[in-house]
Every structure is written in C-alpha cells, then in structure tokens.
C-alpha cells in the first residue's frame, strides 16, 4: 500500500515538471508567433498598440495553461508568473 501510494507521489511529481517545461516550451515558442500576428494587424514595434497586442496574446496563453494546470490537479485558482510581464490567474 505504501509503496502505491509512494509511486502515485512520484508520478504527480514528475508530471508537472514536465507540464511545466513544456508550458515554459510553450512560452518561447509563442514569441515570433505573437510578433507576426500583432505586425499582420499593423502595429508596429516600440508603439503602445503593439504592446497591447504582444502582451494581450501572452495573457491568453498563461490563462490557457493555468486553467489546464488547475485541471490536471482537480480544480482551484491557478496562478502563473510570467517574467517582466506580472501574474496571472484563473
């Protein structure tokens, strides 16, 4: 029984190390994609509409992982902290 409950621990571990690599993954990747998308709809770099644009995508993709963390763990306000940006939460 122990030993059972010791490999469940584990694998929950384990698990959200890789949720998180895969999130912090998820984050870099995002970069040029925001960045052409907010250029498609004409904002330019260094303008306050460009700005919005870079940093509204990266809002939605942090509640979008938060809201999957919370779901992996059975519900709850999930937060995430994203560098030079604030934090977030569901």
Do not use: W
Not at 31 to 36: L, S, W
Request: glycine share 12%; with cysteine; aromatic share 4%.
């Amino acid at each position: 029984m122990r030993f059972g409950l010791v490999v469940v621990a584990v694998a929950l571990v384990l698990g959200g190390c890789i949720q998180r690599e895969r999130h912090e993954r998820e984050l870099v990747e995002a970069g040029p994609k925001e960045e052409a998308f907010c250029r498609s709809i004409g904002t330019a770099p260094g303008t306050p509409a460009y700005t919005d644009c870079r940093l509204k995508m990266r809002q939605e993709l942090v509640r979008k992982q938060s809201a999957e963390v919370a779901a992996h763990r059975g519900g709850g306000v999930m937060c995430n902290t994203v560098s030079g940006i604030g934090t977030f939460c569901n």
